[in-house]
């Protein structure tokens, strides 16, 4: 039988974030924080142990404006800066999963996530698993695509399929783009239907499955909703339809992506193992030899 091909797909600055803000302060001798990258790399150790990965790829945003800061210019205008601590700390991961020979993608103007549904969507893996430290790509998840992430601590991980999407917020993966677009989304500025929380939301996309459909009928007035509710969605029809648009992924980007390039354990462990020394990562060096898949 031939071997499966499980591919992780990285959401790099997300899980930084994350697990910048879930452990306490880390730094090498010299100085240099690296308490982002050290639990950065705890949960792609433990994903590759628990999903048996041997296909790893990377994706990092940039600094640069993308398609949504020019279709709406509030486009995660309220966000804070990210902190120095982490910024500092992405070229320390992009050296150690170098070091490990995992391909990384970030493309000017295209942010992580439009890199990973492209990749998601074209390769030819069996299983693909994202790591991520939020749940802006529960959208893409299928029989094929997960989403594998942190739970309460760093240590605690959930896995999405689709049973689990449906679970926590009432409907399907391939209908959470149109959930967004009514609640909108507070950390990128997403504005959605003011005044339609995530229950109601949920009703509303369990009857119409579409926003398409919904304002359809809101359109003939056959639609069968609260006085208050459909007020809401009449006037904001147009916020709607922006952050419908804001939210889904794109899945074209122009990136060439090999999935062989991406097999993973072809590294060489006394390399690594120095990195890792250099960032005074000692209890990780321990598990190295564990995760050669090759």
Same mark, same amino acid.
Do not use: W
């Given at each position: ?9 990285? =959401? ?49 945003? @940039? ?14 205008? &309220?966000?804070?800066?990210?902190? /120095?601590?982490?910024?500092? &700390? ?12 995992? /391909? ?13 549904? @492209? ?19 529960? &959208? ?37 783009? =149109? ?8 950390? =990128? ?10 229950? #109601? ?8 499955? #579409? ?9 003939? =007035? ?73």
């Amino acid at each position: 039988m031939d071997e499966k091909k499980i591919l992780l797909i990285i =959401d790099s600055n997300a899980l930084l974030h994350r697990a910048f803000h879930a452990l306490p302060p880390l730094m090498t001798k010299s100085g240099q924080e690296t308490g982002a990258v050290y639990g950065y790399l705890l949960t792609l150790f433990k994903a590759i142990k628990d999903l048996n990965a041997n296909y790893i790829v990377a994706c990092f945003d @940039t600094k640069a404006p993308t398609f949504r800061h020019e279709r709406f210019k509030d486009y995660k205008a &309220q966000r804070p800066a990210t902190a /120095p601590a982490i910024i500092l &700390q992405i070229p320390i991961a992009k050296e150690v999963l170098s070091t490990f020979k995992i /391909p990384i993608f970030a493309k000017e103007g295209v942010e992580a996530d439009d890199l990973i549904a @492209t990749i998601a969507i074209t390769a030819k893996a069996d299983e693909i698993y994202i790591i991520s430290g939020d749940l802006d790509n529960l &959208q893409l998840v299928n029989d094929k695509v997960k989403v594998y992430t942190m739970g309460k601590g760093i240590k605690d991980t959930i896995i999405y399929d689709k049973i689990k999407v449906e679970e926590r917020f009432g409907v399907m993966p391939a209908q959470m783009n =149109d959930f967004k677009a009514l609640i909108g989304d507070a950390s =990128d500025n997403i504005p959605g239907v003011k005044g339609i929380g995530k229950k #109601t939301a949920a009703e509303i996309i369990e009857r119409y499955h #579409t926003i398409k459909e919904l304002y359809e009928e809101i359109a003939t =007035d056959t639609a069968v909703l609260k006085p208050k509710v459909k007020e809401a969605l009449k006037a904001n029809k147009e916020n709607a339809f922006l952050s419908r648009e804001l939210v889904e992924t794109k899945k074209d980007c122009d990136i060439n992506f090999i999935l062989e390039d991406c097999r993973f354990g072809n590294f060489d462990k006394k390399e690594v193992e120095k990195k890792l020394y250099e960032l005074d990562f000692n209890s990780l060096i321990s598990r190295v030899e564990n995760l050669k898949t090759i």
